[in-house]
């Protein structure tokens, strides 16, 4: 099963300044179709998940532009450009290049200082 | 609207069985693989189970296997998820998901919780 290892698992942040979650994968995400299939996904607290980014750095519509995804290969970064009061959650990456099992990180959590 | 209501959650005892449903609204159910995610309280995101759009294929978590069945009814616009010889470590929230891309739709979740 591919791991995905996320860091920070806690990011305190304070309003206005950016936010960056690295998050790597045990074998390369890159698949056979040429596609790498590298989500992220926001959870506010007592919310469902919610998908932000897919294949690495395709935001999902209603997405702020102030969320980016990057990376390539094992290593990928969700970065938040100026933090916000409702970006605080847990946000988790995901790989479906390697599936079954589709594997998740352990998540982190952004807190305002 | 499009979106995604779970129901069939609640309190079991351990080795019983329980059976979740996903109705989906808005969109088109039949062309859509499905998921079942799984979230312990407090921890993090557990896929467990993906159904093809046509039934045509299922694949599981390994320790689901052999005990969780996911379904689906494409003329109700419904996917099912049944759960035998429930264990504590199966207590969680069970959201489904759309398959599209990988989880672009989800529900709210309905919460099983495994004690004697």
């Known amino acids: 099963d591919v791991v995905m290892t996320q860091s920070p698992l806690s990011l305190p942040v304070t309003l206005g300044q950016p936010a960056s979650i690295s998050c790597r994968s045990s074998?390369?995400?890159?698949?056979?179709?040429?596609?790498?299939?590298l989500n992220w996904f926001q959870q506010r607290p007592g919310q469902s998940p919610r998908r932000l980014i897919s294949y690495v750095s395709n935001r999902d519509s209603g997405v702020p532009d102030r969320f980016s995804g990057s990376g390539s290969g094992t290593d990928f970064t969700l970065k938040i450009s100026r933090v916000e009061a409702e970006d605080v959650g847990v946000y988790y990456c995901m790989q479906g290049t390697h599936w079954p099992p589709i594997t998740f990180g352990q998540g982190t959590r952004l807190e305002i200082k | 609207q499009v979106r995604l209501v779970e129901s069939g959650g609640g309190v079991v005892q351990p080795g019983r069985s329980l059976t979740l449903s996903c109705a989906a609204y808005g969109f088109s159910f039949s062309a859509s693989g499905m998921h079942w995610v799984r979230q312990a309280p407090g921890k993090g995101l557990e896929w467990v189970a993906v159904i093809w759009n046509d039934g045509s294929n299922r694949y599981y978590e390994d320790s689901v296997k052999g005990r969780f069945t996911i379904s689906r009814d494409n003329s109700k616009n419904r996917l099912y998820l049944q759960m035998n010889s429930l264990r504590a470590e199966d207590t969680a929230v069970y959201y489904c998901a759309r398959g599209d891309d990988f989880f672009d739709l989800w529900g709210q979740g309905t919460l099983v919780t495994v004690s004697s």
């Open positions: 074998q390369s995400l890159v698949h056979s179709d040429g596609n790498t299939y």
